[in-house]
T-cell receptor, first 110, second 115 residues
Framework: DAKTTQPNSMESNEEEPVHLPCNHSTISGTDYIHWYRQLPSQGPEYVIHGLTSNVNNRMASLAIAEDRKSSTLILHRATLRDAAVYYCILSGGSNYKLTFGKGTLLTVNP | ETGVTQTPRHLVMGMTNKKSLKCEQHLGHNAMYWYKQSAKKPLELMFVYSLEERVENNSVPSRFSPECPNSSHLFLHLHTLQPEDSALYLC??????????????FGPGTRLTVL
């Protein structure tokens, strides 16, 4: 499985934008970039995914570098409810597996 | 009831007990998964069922026995567990076979404590 690298932790203030980085230098042409998050005492929750173009949904935006070796999850206005561990995962094609790493623990300060 | 549900939410059992965890998905998906999340460790994939057939068994000890009677239900039968098996057990489902990789939807988990 292609690996991803994320910072262990990040901190943000409420109502400010948050940019969560992910490096995936060994990404293959068929790998999609998926983001999940896990709030305390809950199961992981799908956030967003993309292949080459930037993606937006109601939860977040995903910015993908032109060479696809890195991506950034953008929370436009962080709230206290966004405090969670965020996972960046590569998956695609016939690969049904999600290999979770340690993710980034996001702390949101009021 | 929507999404993925798991019962019970909390379970305490002795090492000689036999218990079962239940997962039900209401999303019309055709693949289901069991994950284990131990304290301060990443999620570990245990079992995968696609179209009710087991397609993955990640070297899980035989004291964990999965069962998938239909595409909506998944069980994890537990017997003679060890204290190190205490963890959060998560169920997920997806619509397998998409080129973008399956988006998985997780249940809330069962917090298992083995005494």
């Amino acid at each position: 499985d292609a690996k991803t690298t994320q910072p262990n932790s990040m901190e943000s203030n409420e109502e400010e934008p948050v940019h969560l980085p992910c490096n995936h230098s060994t990404i293959s042409g068929t790998d999609y970039i998926h983001w999940y998050r896990q709030l305390p005492s809950q199961g992981p929750e799908y956030v967003i995914h993309g292949l080459t173009s930037n993606v937006n949904n109601r939860m977040a935006s995903l910015a993908i570098a032109e060479d696809r070796k890195s991506s950034t999850l953008i929370l436009h206005r962080a709230t206290l409810r966004d405090a969670a561990v965020y996972y960046c995962i590569l998956s695609g094609g016939s690969n049904y597996k999600l290999t979770f790493g340690k993710g980034t623990l996001l702390t949101v300060n009021p | 009831e929507t999404g993925v549900t798991q019962t019970p939410r909390h379970l305490v059992m002795g090492m000689t007990n036999k218990k079962s965890l239940k997962c039900e998905q209401h999303l019309g998906h055709n693949a289901m998964y069991w994950y284990k999340q131990s304290a301060k460790k990443p999620l570990e994939l245990m079992f995968v069922y696609s179209l009710e057939e087991r397609v993955e068994n990640n070297s899980v000890p035989s004291r964990f026995s999965p069962e998938c009677p239909n595409s909506s239900h998944l069980f994890l039968h537990l017997h003679t567990l060890q204290p190190e098996d205490s963890a959060l057990y998560l169920c997920a489902s997806s619509q397998a076979g998409t080129t973008s990789g399956d988006t998985q939807y997780f249940g809330p988990g069962t917090r298992l404590t083995v005494l």
